[in-house]
């Protein structure tokens, strides 16, 4: 990869914010940090070992030309609206999923930050965990034949007050478990095999006593064949991630984030001629989550070299992302 050093600036330096600040890319620089929680920067720039300065407001990093890269981890409703403000202050920006509160105001972003020739990714980091790119180098390579269908399971199971916090207030979050871990989902679908259209949907509170659902049940169907059946879930009482892939040939079960999630484990089961229970090899990775550094050494290599083909996110996957999550919720 193309790894120019590059100057950073975090604005939101709650969990995810600070993932971002431990993996910056090697000789990167974290030039500002801004939190509307002045305790949450102070936290933030003892993750780096050089002076950081702790931006007293958003206008100090906008106009710092010399900064080249806009992180911007908040709370959904107000990506868009500072992922604009750097865009149109000629920064390149990773925006955190899912990026804005509507397909509306994503696609506004898209507009401007075509229009000013900047490089925008959205935060979908679940792409660069190494089993799901593994498995897209299997249903790449034509091996095992063509898709027939994908299953996917992903879900936790909140925490005592889980239904007081801003992911339970639609005016903030723009949506419940479709939106959170729905749209990682989704995404999913799309990274592996590509444009997806939406079938069905359901969304229900099951549990949790809030404005916005705490289960979706959506299938999609990829434009070049097969099918994706997918529940998200935030009362998987034991923390879940779980996606199977079948093909003509072979079927990909990955099991696993590290964590909570439990060890990230990829089962490869080939069929064989005459049938009958398949012969598998099966591979696990290590608790430590390289996707985050892998996300951003991909944001900087397309930022360096413009005719670089990303993995990661981009803004036009993005606006497919909330095609099918606008969808979803009008069905």
């Known amino acids: 990869m193309n790894m120019k ?160 916090e801003w992911r339970a207030n639609r005016s903030i979050s723009g949506g419940g478990e479709l939106v959170d871990q729905g749209s990682h989902l989704i995404d999913i679908c799309r990274h592996l095999c590509g444009d997806m259209e939406h079938v069905f949907s359901k969304t229900q509170n099951s549990f949790w006593n809030t404005d916005v659902e705490d289960n979706v049940f959506f299938a999609l169907q990829p434009t070049t064949g097969g099918f994706a059946w997918m529940h998200a879930s935030w009362t998987e009482w034991k923390n879940l991630f779980s996606f199977e892939i079948t093909l003509e040939r072979a079927k990909i079960d990955i099991s696993g984030l590290g964590g909570s999630y439990g060890v990230e484990t990829l089962t490869l089961y080939e069929m064989q001629p005459e049938m009958g229970p398949p012969p598998s090899t099966t591979r696990t990775w290590d608790e430590s989550d390289a996707s985050w550094n892998l996300e951003l050494e991909d944001l900087v290599s397309h930022i360096n070299n413009p005719h670089y083909t990303p993995t990661g996110t981009t803004l036009d996957g993005a606006v497919a992302v909330w095609d099918i999550i606008e969808k979803a919720y009008r069905a």
């Open 5 to 164: 050093p590059k100057v950073f600036a975090v604005v939101g330096c709650g969990l995810i914010g600070c993932k971002r600040i431990a993996s910056l890319p090697p000789g990167s620089t974290l030039k500002y940090v801004f939190d509307i929680v002045p305790a949450n920067a102070e936290r933030a720039v003892q993750l780096v070992d050089y002076p950081v300065t702790i931006a007293s407001n958003l206008e100090a990093i906008m106009v710092d030309q010399s900064v080249d890269i806009v992180l911007i981890a908040t709370s959904h409703h107000e990506l868009a609206s500072i992922a604009l403000r750097a865009v149109q202050s000629g920064h390149h920006v990773l925006v955190e999923k899912p990026g804005a509160m509507s397909r509306n105001d994503i696609e506004q972003l898209r507009l401007i930050a075509n229009e000013v020739d900047v490089v925008v990714h959205v935060g979908y980091n679940h792409r660069f965990h190494p089993s799901l790119l593994e498995a897209k180098k299997i249903i790449e390579s034509n091996r095992f034949g063509k898709l027939l269908w994908m299953r996917g399971r992903y879900g936790h199971g909140g925490r005592p007050g889980y239904e007081k």
